[in-house]
């Protein structure tokens, strides 16, 4: 039976499903205890902070990180602002933003800007999904996205 073995980025060192597996108990709770972690993959308490420290050392993990307010939550929320200029918006635009269920509410607006659209996705990739889907529309002139970096007020519950 092969082995699988992933390369991490930094250095080339090669990574077997042991270290694969506490990388990932890591990022879901870099505060859990070892011997948590040894339980997840199988192994010794002892052999799993041998090789949390061999993969620190060696680069592959280079730290752990504090995260603050919105930046804590399970999301990422953005405001993205669309010009259009074509037929009508609601025939060519809202087709293809309804197609993304991160997009929680669409507003035609007066002024430069005809939509502006707030986004409420797990990750950055997914607004970024949503982003290229916009650029691919004909007419589509300007895409403007504001990341929501605080909320101060929320009348609306959400």
């Given at each position: 039976?092969?082995?699988?073995?992933?390369?991490?980025?930094?250095?080339?060192?090669i990574l077997d499903k042991f270290d694969q597996?506490?990388?990932?108990a890591l990022s879901k709770d870099a505060r859990q205890p070892v011997a948590a972690i040894a339980e997840q993959v199988n192994l010794s308490r002892s052999a799993v902070s041998e090789r949390i420290k061999k993969?620190?050392?060696?680069?592959?993990?280079?730290?752990?990180?504090?995260?603050?307010?919105?930046?804590?939550?399970?999301?990422?929320?953005?405001?993205?602002?669309?010009?259009?200029?074509?037929?009508k918006c609601e025939e060519v635009v809202i087709p293809v933003i309804t197609r993304f269920?991160?997009?929680?509410?669409?507003?035609?607006?007066s002024g430069d800007t005809d939509l502006i659209?707030?986004?409420r996705a797990e990750n950055m990739q997914k607004i970024m999904q949503l982003y290229e889907a916009l650029?691919?529309?004909?007419?589509?002139?300007?895409?403007k996205t504001h990341v929501v970096m605080n909320e101060w007020i929320n009348r609306l519950g959400a």
């Open positions: 039976m092969a082995q699988t073995l992933k390369y991490s980025l930094l250095g080339m060192n597996l506490i990388i990932e993969l620190e050392q060696n680069g592959t993990i280079k730290g752990y990180q504090v995260l603050l307010r919105e930046s804590e939550k399970d999301h990422v929320a953005a405001l993205i602002e669309i010009q259009y200029f074509g037929a269920p991160e997009v929680k509410q669409c507003f035609a607006v659209i707030y986004v650029n691919e529309i004909e007419g589509v002139t300007k895409i």
